[in-house]
């Protein structure tokens, strides 16, 4: 459960419903047509078309819910979206935050399904959240397409009977607080709130989406319940989905399942009060703990419909839009954008980002720097005055323009390759901009914007006297030494959910009847170079696109003791240049195709992640092999990048999250282990440009390197562009090999706390190290941690800490598995002065679960809840290219795509309750908190 503070996509439109009672079809030839219904369903498509409405079937039931849905065959997984027409410009004075505590509340039970639904979500194995943003509440899961008629029953009975009891109303708000205190905890959050309520004085886009800690405070039953009743009808929703689905007995399913839900009165959507077309603002100055200082400049832009203008589908409202959009790209997005040129380049900032929102009342541009620590907010602005006016005054090269369109278009199509995410784009369209097509018209008219628009709209709206200016200005940290900390308080006695308590599930949970067989996914196409390097393909042409994930043993763990960074510097130095192309070339020739490419460091190895339309696949490779061969290291490059490792290490170490993620792992690990050091000031200074070179030369070797790629090419076509381009790399003698020193547990918990002034949450971080990924009792953890932790609304931990006791927003638990063995992690945020609760509580039933252990019903839920999580993650082509390359990394047959389910499936309870035994020790735990004192944590 989350909130959005603007919209993440791009969007505009005209409202176009008309009222259907029964199905309209188009699509697959073999389908038989029912008769159908006056409506709207756009025909199938090229398979290279851009559009994201092809398919789309658009229906308004007698009751006023309007329906979209679109089939999309690629794999046996669906999603189900209610969107809401009621978000935070929705809320009075006083109000702030009844949107956001009401979409918490209908989590917690209905009067027919009185039950924590986190539990029901689980049982189905559905990846299932919720947000509140502005203009709308949403509501979305993603489940195996036999889970769609009981995820409309669900949707549909908590769009009409969802129940709020007093005790679970003041648990959630608890929940809710600690939610919005850990956005406090980020120092960006907060100057981005104030310039909101700066940029908009009283006007409900000035409000924060999440509420404030009095209004929410001061909610009660009665106002919910009204407010639920005011706003939660079939006639102010949008049902979306997309996915497996044949579109005939789905929209018969929504009809039986929808229909018989009564309209209901819902007011008029309240109009806020018109912004002064030019005033005088005074700047935003925070002055914060901290060591780097933010800039923030806001410009107003117009919203996404003209005054609640309806036009003719086949105009655009405001072609302004797409020109803003295309404007925002070449000047903020990407290595080649003017402002990354202008800041990043030159050493004025260490990040730069731009975002262009457009909202039913009202839009901005955001843009936000973090400056480097000798710059002032001053020389920043006027950096970004320079580039503006020459933007103004001397408007886009061509390249420039085509470039930002590509990079617009391109990124689209790769966005909405994933069901979850396309179903957000056409409720969001629908919702927000009153219409489904509109980003399929927004696109379309990106293709007309020209050079002279993007300057006539820098012109028009990028103005000083219409801006709103934010600086948040560092006073220092204080030492934030690690201390010990004191023992922690047992608890009260509560109960274990038990047997019992899942049968609860069984009974509320609607019937659905599981596929006798599924289709299975494909498996990977593999060779292997002549020099050691291995490649994997899963052909799909569902798309034009390309999904490349690759991994190199060149990780963390190969630092020297006293250079704690180098791996790091080193990969992020890999797109600074090569022999043959400077930083800038190699930047645009990617983004002139919109293609994305970008390396990760972690303690084992280096991450390649990279996405491009199939057309652009040989671009790609050759620029992956040149970068990876022939980095040339400039010296002036390398420099920049330490100063942005530097900032970037202040940064970590005022996070609390970060940090305690660093202490905790410091502690469980010896001085002489691999994973053990961290970067510090000293161990970057001591870097020096020739050792990047020594790095690279070292560990960046094909032998040590796995490509896995998702997407629209042959093997045949795949193989001759690797042996061209890969074929000739070799490496020095053979791959360095390390030693890891065995690693005891404590022989009691060590409880260690760091304060950070400033901060509003704590967060805690307990753990002691864990198992490898070949480890035999893998599948059984897995299935232990998922009762235990591994979801915060269903396993036990979520629902003691977070559900019963409202003492955090958030729990969890998970082994970090990896070719060694890493950490198990419990983490957490709580208030300050629930820490010592919340903890106590997290210890208890930790003792519980290792001496007890867990029943057969929680080992089945557990297993049914992986396993189907399992394809519906598999259909996000990320995630597929990723899983298939860490199979591969972690020495497991191809196979293990398939058998996955299989394996988890048979896990027995005894294997789980002898996991229970061996991997948990409560009694042996580094605990690890950090955040504010109590006393500097009591506002929001």
């Not at 409000?207 to 929410?216: E, F, L, M, R, W």
């Not at 914060?288 to 005054?307: D, F």
């Not at 235990?788 to 609304?793: A, H, P």
């Amino acid at each position: 459960m989350r909130f959005f503070s603007q919209r993440s996509f791009v969007w505009l439109g005209l409202l176009f419903s008309m009222s259907l009672m029964a199905t309209c079809l188009f699509g697959s030839p073999n389908r038989t047509q029912a008769a159908p219904l006056p409506g709207e369903c756009i025909p199938p498509q090229d398979a290279s078309s851009l559009s994201i409405t092809q398919d789309v079937c658009h229906v308004v039931l007698n009751n006023g819910l309007t329906v979209l849905t679109k089939e999309v065959h690629k794999a046996p997984v669906v999603t189900v979206q209610v969107w809401y027409r009621v978000g935070s410009r929705y809320e009075p004075p006083g109000f702030n935050g009844i949107s956001h505590q009401l979409e918490h509340m209908l989590f917690k039970g209905t009067t027919h399904r009185p039950l924590q639904w986190g539990r029901l979500f689980n049982a189905l194995g559905s990846e299932s959240n919720a947000f509140t943003s502005y203009e709308h509440t949403v509501y979305f899961n993603t489940a195996e397409r036999s889970k769609l008629q009981t995820l409309l029953t669900l949707e549909a009975d908590r769009m009409q009977n969802t129940a709020i009891a007093p005790a679970d109303l003041q648990s959630e708000k608890r929940v809710v607080l600690s939610e919005l205190a850990g956005y406090e905890n980020r120092i960006g959050y907060r100057l981005s709130r104030a310039m909101m309520q700066a940029a908009f004085p009283n006007h409900p886009y000035g409000q924060a989406v999440g509420g404030t800690k009095s209004d929410i405070e001061n909610l009660t039953v009665a106002q919910l319940q009204n407010y639920y009743q005011t706003y939660y009808h079939p006639n102010n929703a949008t049902l979306v989905i997309v996915g497996d689905i044949d579109t005939a007995s789905t929209l018969r399913a929504i009809q039986d399942t929808f229909g018989q839900i009564p309209r209901g009165e819902v007011p008029p959507a309240p109009l806020p009060p018109a912004l002064p077309s030019r005033r005088s603002i005074a700047p935003v100055v925070l002055q914060e703990p901290g060591s780097t200082e933010h800039l923030q400049l806001l410009y107003p832009l117009p919203a996404i419909r003209e005054s609640g203008r309806n036009f003719p589908r086949e105009r655009f409202a405001n072609r302004d839009i797409p020109a803003l959009q295309v404007l925002d790209y070449l000047f903020s997005k990407g290595r080649s954008s003017r402002l990354y040129q202008s800041l990043v380049e030159t050493g004025l900032a260490s990040e730069v980002s731009g975002s262009a929102n457009h909202l039913t009342h009202q839009g901005w541009y955001r843009l936000q720097a973090i400056l480097t620590a000798d710059r002032s907010a001053r020389e920043g602005i006027e950096a970004i005055d320079r580039a503006i006016a020459k933007l103004q005054t001397q408007g886009v090269t061509p390249q420039e323009l085509a470039r930002a369109k590509a990079q617009l278009q391109a990124q689209n199509l790769l966005r909405n390759r994933d069901i979850t995410r396309l179903a957000m784009q056409l409720g969001d369209d629908q919702t927000t901009a009153g219409d489904y097509t509109w980003s399929d018209r927004y696109l379309a008219a990106v293709n007309q914007v020209s050079a002279a628009d993007i300057q006539r709209v820098a012109q028009t709206y990028l103005q000083p006297s219409a801006r709103t200016v934010g600086f948040l200005q560092p006073t220092g940290l204080p030492s934030t030494a690690i201390e010990s900390a004191s023992a922690y308080a047992a608890p009260e006695n509560f109960n274990l959910a038990t047997g019992a308590q899942w049968s609860e599930v069984q009974q509320y949970l609607p019937p659905f009847t599981p596929p006798a067989q599924e289709p299975q996914p494909t498996l990977p196409q593999t060779f292997t170079l002549a020099n050691g390097l291995q490649v994997l393909l899963i052909q799909d042409s569902s798309t034009p696109t390309i999904t490349l994930s690759g991994y190199l043993q060149a990780g963390s763990q190969f630092d020297p003791e006293r250079q704690a960074g180098l791996a790091r510097l080193t990969a992020e130095n890999l797109m600074n240049g090569t022999h043959r192309q400077s930083a800038l070339t190699l930047a645009n020739r990617l983004e002139d195709r919109g293609a994305r490419l970008q390396f990760q460091t972690n303690r084992e190895g280096v991450l390649v992640e990279a996405q491009a339309l199939s057309s652009d696949l040989e671009t790609l490779i050759q620029t992956l092999a040149d970068v990876l061969q022939h980095p040339s290291f400039p010296v002036e490059q390398f420099e920049r990048s330490r100063q942005r490792a530097l900032q970037a290490l202040e940064r970590d170490l005022e996070s609390p999250s970060h940090l305690a993620q660093r202490t905790l792992q410091q502690a469980i690990y010896p001085v002489n282990h691999p994973f053990h050091p961290f970067p510090t000031r000293d161990t970057l200074q001591s870097v020096e440009h020739q050792d990047l070179a020594s790095f690279h030369r070292t560990h960046y070797r094909p032998d040590t390197m796995a490509i896995a790629i998702v997407g629209d090419t042959t093997p045949q076509e795949l193989q001759r562009l690797m042996v061209r381009y890969f074929g000739r790399w070799s490496g020095e003698g053979s791959p360095r090999q390390l030693q890891f020193p065995p690693v005891n547990l404590p022989e009691s918990s060590i409880a260690l706390n760091s304060v950070l002034p400033g901060r509003k949450q704590s967060i805690i971080y307990m753990g002691y190290k864990g198992i490898g990924r070949q480890d035999p009792r893998y599948y059984a953890a897995l299935v232990l941690n998922q009762i235990l932790g591994g979801d915060t609304l269903s396993s036990r931990l979520g629902t003691q800490v977070r559900d019963r006791l409202g003492l955090t927003y958030g729990i969890y638990s998970y082994f970090q598995t990896g070719l060694n063995p890493g950490p198990f992690v419990i983490e957490m945020q709580t208030a300050p002065q629930d820490t010592q609760s919340a903890i106590a509580t997290t210890l208890t039933l930790l003792d519980q679960l290792q001496r007890q252990g867990v029943t057969l019903q929680e080992v089945q839920v557990a297993q049914n809840a992986i396993a189907s999580r399992y394809p519906v993650s598999l259909k996000d082509p990320d995630y597929l290219a990723a899983q298939v390359l860490f199979n591969h990394v972690y020495g497991l047959p191809p196979s293990e795509l398939r058998i996955f389910p299989h394996k988890i499936s048979n896990v027995t309870l005894e294997a789980v309750n002898q996991a229970a035994k061996e991997l948990l020790h409560p009694g042996h735990l580094v605990v690890v908190t950090a955040g504010p004192p109590t006393e500097e944590a009591n506002s929001l």
